[in-house]
């Protein structure tokens, strides 16, 4: 079986980024990028599903500047097999369309040199950087592959993808025919650290390039974006009997019209 992960390297979203009130702008050029949060958990579900059925190739695929190397090299520590990036600097400021059809020509390329084509995309749900949770839809359409999206588990069996999809009231069951595409939520189980030993294989690993991809024009323009709001302080209430204090709490939330 041929597997393919999409990784994005993004802006480490556990640091709090700056913001110019002026330009309107964020101001992220000195907080570390890491790799999707989301796409972490969508290599971890391919990796155990290679090791449950055997006989599976993993391979890596980022779209970004050459640090984006960084991502595939830590991806292919714990579970790539192999690793190609499509170098673009204006990957940023792209939409979600057009990184679905960069990716897909991306794909198309490397089926070409691997002579096969991929029986499961992987993508996480979305990104942490934009969390617009479009591309691994966009893309299905782009390589005309069906897709199973928001799963927390799947399985391979008798040539179909089984995937245990996420939704607000449980958990439905789908099957569906391979070639296809899967985005994945996150998991019961995290991904895996890296061994020491893995690591060094990993550096030691050639990053395949291809530079010969250009973006679409972007067909959604932001406008303006906007700082988050900081949290008010909460409420205690102190000192009351608890008929008192749930009285209380029914009038504050009154006036807040939050009743």
């Not at 323009?221 to 409420?235: E, H, I």
Request: charge should be negative; charged fraction near 30%.
């Amino acid at each position: 079986m041929n597997i393919l992960v999409c990784i994005k390297q993004v802006f480490d979203d556990s640091v709090e980024i700056g913001y110019d009130e002026t330009s309107n702008k964020f101001l992220p050029e000195n907080v570390e990028k890491v790799e999707n949060a989301f796409d972490t958990y969508a290599l971890e579900m391919a990796t155990r599903l290679k090791e449950k059925i055997g006989d599976t190739h993993i391979t890596l695929l980022s779209i970004g500047t050459d640090a984006s190397k960084n991502a595939l090299k830590n991806g292919l520590a714990v579970g790539g097999d192999e690793a190609t990036v499509i170098l673009n600097d204006k990957y940023q400021d792209s939409d979600s369309y057009s990184i679905a059809n960069a990716l897909a020509q991306g794909i198309k390329k490397i089926e070409e040199k691997i002579g096969n084509k991929f029986d499961i995309i992987f993508c996480g749900k979305e990104t942490t950087d934009y969390t617009a949770g479009q591309v691994g839809v966009m893309l299905a359409n782009a390589m005309n592959m069906g897709v199973i999206t928001d799963l927390v588990d799947i399985d391979y069996v008798d040539g179909k993808v089984v995937g245990k999809h996420e939704t607000e009231m449980g958990y439905d069951m789908i099957e569906g025919v391979s070639p296809c595409v899967v985005t994945v939520s996150k998991p019961p189980y995290d991904p895996r650290y890296a061994t020491v030993k893995n690591k060094m294989a990993a550096r030691k690993k050639v990053i395949d390039e291809i530079s010969d991809i250009s973006l679409d024009d972007s067909k959604i323009v932001v406008k303006k974006t906007y700082s988050r709001p900081k949290r008010q302080a909460g409420v205690k209430i102190v000192g009351k009997t608890p008929e008192e204090a749930v009285a209380q709490a029914i009038s504050l939330m009154s006036d807040a019209k939050v009743l």
